[in-house]
Antibody, heavy 119, light 109 residues
């Protein structure tokens, strides 16, 4: 069974930085695009970024472009999200997910890691 | 602000059929495939439908998806208590951006 485990969340002041990690197991990580999705408390889902299999193509939501960087290490079966210049509105539960081969569907999700940005 | 609009809530009694709509535009639903996700309270979202009407392994056939023009729909037949939760449609928009719908809370009465 595909397993995704996020870590690295926590409390940070506005303007601060945080690096999230997602450890993947039970599948060949290097064969799949991956993505980050977030959910603010009591709110809906918001796509954040995705990255291709090799790590050479990266796409971002407008709300995080220029502040967040998605990356991966296929040798370590890990996905990352470097978050800089954090704002109050970045407070959310951050999920990593595996993207399926058909139509950008997010077929497996981790349980999420909580990021709280507050002064 | 989401570009895919869903009703905020839907409900039904056990065994009934519930339908959830998702309204978009030519840059997303009208030209890209639609996916649906279900999120039970306190849990991670789960893929329910992909490529407009395909069910992943393990999703029962009482769950179905359809699309027409710039709108999509999710139908749940034989409503069960486990169907409660939030449902989100999603699609790519303007090429590579991915958008989720506003979400629909389903209640089993």
């Amino acid at each position: 069974e595909v397993h995704l485990v996020e870590s690295g969340g926590g409390f940070v002041r506005p303007g601060g930085s945080l690096r999230l990690s997602c450890a993947a197991s039970e599948f060949t990580f290097s064969r799949y695009w991956m993505t980050w999705v977030r959910q603010a408390p009591g709110e809906g889902l918001e796509w954040v970024a995705y990255i291709n299999k090799e790590g050479s193509e990266k796409y971002y939501a407008g709300s995080v472009k220029g502040r967040f960087t998605i990356s991966r290490d296929n040798a370590k079966n890990s996905l990352y999200l470097q978050m800089n210049s954090l704002r109050d509105e970045d407070t959310a539960l951050y999920y990593c997910a595996r993207i399926g081969y058909s139509g950008y569907n997010f077929e497996y999700w981790g349980q999420g890691t909580l990021v709280t940005v507050s002064s | 602000q989401s570009v895919l609009t869903q009703p905020s809530s839907a409900s039904g009694t056990p065994g009934q059929r519930v339908t959830i709509s998702c309204s978009g535009s030519s840059s997303n639903i009208g030209s890209k495939t639609v996916n649906w996700y279900h999120q039970s309270p306190g849990t991670a979202p789960k893929l329910l439908i992909y490529s407009d009407n395909q069910r992943p392994s393990g999703v029962p056939d009482r769950i179905s998806g359809s699309k027409s023009g710039t709108s999509a729909s999710l139908a749940i037949s034989g409503l069960q208590s486990e169907d409660e939760g939030d449902y989100y449609c999603a699609a790519r928009d303007d090429g590579v951006i991915y958008v989720f719908g506003t979400g629909t809370k389903v209640t089993v009465l």
